[in-house]
């Protein structure tokens, strides 16, 4: 079992910066890859950023490529997810999930722990 807190969301205006983190506890957290998903008002919620068990691998969606970075520290149990350049269409609940996997998915189904979420919101 693994549990997951999210923190660091909060209000910023467009191209300002933001980084979230995601505590996790329980056991054996390095053999876990790792995601980011976020979900807006009103839509589905969506893939931003992976990571593999090691770190070494990472995966990122088209639209955050190059603004966003996913890292992990395994002896502190966290992932991180550093923000730069925020757009107003960045503004969403975004969650931390974890997967009993070595490579990261991309989809929903792929994980298997989520965390409650941390909220960000970027003004115009």
């Known amino acids: 079992q693994v549990q997951l807190v999210e923190s660091g969301g909060g209000l910023v205006q467009a191209g300002g910066s933001l980084r979230l983190s995601c505590a996790a506890s329980?056991?054996?957290?390095?053999?876990?890859?790792m995601g980011w998903f976020r979900q807006a008002p009103g839509k589905e919620r969506e893939f931003v950023a992976a990571i593999s068990w090691s770190g070494g691998d990472t995966y990122y969606a088209d639209s955050v490529k190059g603004r966003f970075t996913i890292s992990r520290d395994n002896a502190k149990n966290t992932v991180y997810l550093q923000m730069n350049s925020l757009k107003p269409e960045d503004t969403a609940r975004y969650y931390c999930a974890a997967a009993r996997r070595v490579v990261p998915g991309t989809h929903e189904n792929e994980y298997n722990y989520w965390g409650q979420g941390t909220q960000v919101t970027v003004s115009s």
């Open positions: 329980g056991r054996s957290f390095s053999f876990y890859a």
